[in-house]
């Protein structure tokens, strides 16, 4: 039975792993971009760098199947990302002038992590990623994780948490609804802010 444990340097192979293969609206993302790290760089790397003790894996007996990620504070893990995450990163994907393609625009993603800070989330001042292979959801496991998570940020006086998702993706959509996240007043093209508090009990 896979069980929900603190996340250790040695699972960081396998988050990435689970982070690829559910990147593309929670649909296999390799292959898509010229580098399958590209994505975890993004969307898992700097949290396991930064924060790693806000950061619990689904574990199987034999490796991390699963992950929830993030940060206590958006706009702290900004600046450390600019500090001491994208230096790290930076020299294996340079900037376009002008991002034209998918590939471009990830790009200059990762090397604008202050685009995560939006003014109207400032109640909401963690935000989480959170993913499980194929064969593993639909077993309560997301939950499970979910709990572990928000009970993290109570114990560290974190009053409440954002994410944001695909808004094509129904499925996680239907499963943020079920736990009680309710949709935040924050817009950009393809993208729901959802968010809920630290003491909801899930
Ligand atoms: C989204 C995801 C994290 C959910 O985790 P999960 O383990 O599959 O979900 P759980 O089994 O813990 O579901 C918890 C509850 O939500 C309900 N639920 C899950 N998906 C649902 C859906 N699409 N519609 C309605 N209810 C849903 C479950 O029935 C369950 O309710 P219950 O406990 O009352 O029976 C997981 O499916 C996943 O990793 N998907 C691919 C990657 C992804 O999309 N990540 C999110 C990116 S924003």
Redesign the pocket.
């Known amino acids: 039975m896979a069980f929900v444990r603190p996340y250790e340097d040695f699972d960081r192979a396998d988050v990435y792993d689970v982070c690829v293969r ?1 990147a593309d ?3 296999d993302a390799r292959g898509q971009y010229s580098d399958d790290h590209l994505m975890p760089d993004v969307y898992a790397g700097s949290y396991l760098h930064l924060e790693p003790e806000l950061a619990f894996v689904l574990d199987d007996g034999n490796r991390a199947v ?1 992950y929830v990620l993030g940060t206590a504070d958006t706009r702290r893990w900004a600046g450390e990302y600019r500090r001491r995450w994208l230096p790290m990163v930076a020299p294996r994907y340079p900037r376009s002038d002008v991002p034209r393609t998918r590939q471009e625009r990830l790009v200059d993603t990762l090397h604008h992590p202050e685009r995560a800070v939006h003014e109207g989330l400032a109640d909401y001042p963690a935000h989480l ?6 064969e ?11 709990r572990t998570f928000l009970a993290a940020l109570a114990e560290r006086g974190v009053p409440a948490v954002h ?4 808004s094509s ?11 009680g996240f309710h949709e935040l007043p924050v817009t950009e093209p393809g993208v729901t802010f959802l968010g809920i508090e630290s003491g909801a009990v899930l």
């Not at 593993?136 to 979910?146: M, S």
């Not at 994410?163 to 695909?166: D, E, R, Y």
């Open positions: 559910t609206g929670g649909g699963g990623h959170i993913d499980l292979l194929p593993h959801q639909g077993h309560g496991h997301g939950r499970a994780l979910l994410l944001g998702m695909a993706n129904v499925r996680a959509r239907g499963f943020y609804d079920r736990l």
